[in-house]
């Protein structure tokens, strides 16, 4: 398919087009199917086969009836922006079957169950360094482990140096804000 050492930017903008193009079957998949998993996972072996067949030069009814993104027309088709001369590529069966399988990286039926929220893992990263902050490793907190736990879900949803009742916690500012509800204790 990239034949020689000089085709490292073209590998390279062909991969970020793959995923860009593997995106947005993904996202217009779950739009298109009201985001039912059991719909978007049966559809998707068409799809990867006809993501295929677009590379590599065919283009036409199977992205008409498989395809979320690329209508298979001349006029409103993917547009593949790494090719230089827009010309589809030159693939072997074992190049169809290496992209086949790059593709089933996200698109597959075990990476749809992990992606089919459509969500990234940085508020899940940012609770862990936030616990990390609050209980680390290195010292045991048995007697006020929950409290330390919660104390990070607190400054996870209420951000960090807010108070209770809603202003600022500084310690050069005095809170003359009142709380909303008064205290039970």
Not at 14 to 21: C, E, S, W, Y
Not at 52 to 73: P, R
Request: hydrophobic share 35%.
């Amino acid at each position: 398919m990239f034949s020689g050492t000089n085709k490292r930017n073209l590998k390279q903008r062909f991969g970020l087009d793959l995923k860009a193009r593997c995106t947005a079957e993904l996202t217009y998949a779950f739009k298109a199917h009201g985001g039912k998993l059991f719909a978007v996972k049966n559809h998707m072996p068409a799809v990867i086969k006809a993501i295929v067949l677009c590379y590599s030069g065919g283009c036409g009814m199977s992205c008409q009836i498989n395809s979320y993104v690329c209508a298979g027309m001349p006029s409103d088709h993917w547009q593949k922006g790494f090719l230089p001369n827009k010309e589809p590529l030159k693939m072997t069966s074992d190049d169809e079957v290496l992209v086949e399988n790059c593709i089933n990286v996200l698109l597959g039926p075990k990476s749809l169950e992990l992606v089919r929220f459509l969500t990234s893992t940085q508020k899940c990263e940012a609770f862990n360094r936030t616990l990390q902050r609050c209980n680390p490793k290195i010292v045991t907190h048995s007697r006020n482990f929950s409290g330390r736990v919660h104390t990070a879900v607190q400054m996870i949803n209420h951000k960090f140096g807010n108070k209770g009742t809603g202003c600022r916690a500084y310690s050069w500012l005095i809170c003359h804000k009142a709380p909303k509800t008064k205290p039970t204790c």
